[in-house]
């Protein structure tokens, strides 16, 4: 099983940039094709963006295309949400998860392992 650790959650002013890290331990994060998902208060957990095992395919939700990226660094295990331009409706907490289908889905339910999540907070 592979594991996930979040971090680099925190508050940022509107209109700037936040790097999320993911950090996979156990198993190889490129043996799993990953997820992104945010949460915020009183709402369903929304999709944000996926990724293949390779990234050779990514997907994003279309509200968020442009804005964030899913780059992933291999020599260190590690996914990343960069996410820019940080509008006052992106608060949530964010997750990443991994899953085992071939390609990345939009739901929650195709992905098995889960981060512990992480807060962004955007000040206007």
């Known amino acids: 099983q592979v594991q996930l650790v979040e971090s680099g959650g925190g508050l940022v002013q509107a209109g700037g940039s936040l790097r999320h890290s993911c950090a996979a331990s156990?198993?190889?994060?490129?043996?799993?094709?990953m997820g992104w998902f945010r949460q915020a208060p009183g709402k369903e957990r929304e999709f944000v963006a996926g990724?293949?095992?390779?990234?050779?395919?990514?997907i994003y939700a279309n509200s968020l295309k442009g804005r964030f990226t899913i780059p992933k660094d291999n020599a260190k295990n590690t996914g990343y949400l960069q996410m820019t331009s940080l509008k006052p409706d992106d608060p949530a907490v964010y997750y990443c998860?991994?899953?085992?289908?071939?390609?990345?889905?939009?739901?929650?339910?195709?992905?098995?392992?889960w981060g512990q999540g992480t807060q962004v907070t955007v000040s206007s």
């Open positions: 998860a991994a899953g085992t289908r071939f390609l990345p889905g939009r739901s929650s339910q195709e992905y098995t392992y």
């Open positions: 156990g198993r190889t994060l490129g043996d799993y094709v």
């Open positions: 990724a293949s095992r390779s990234s050779g395919t990514t």
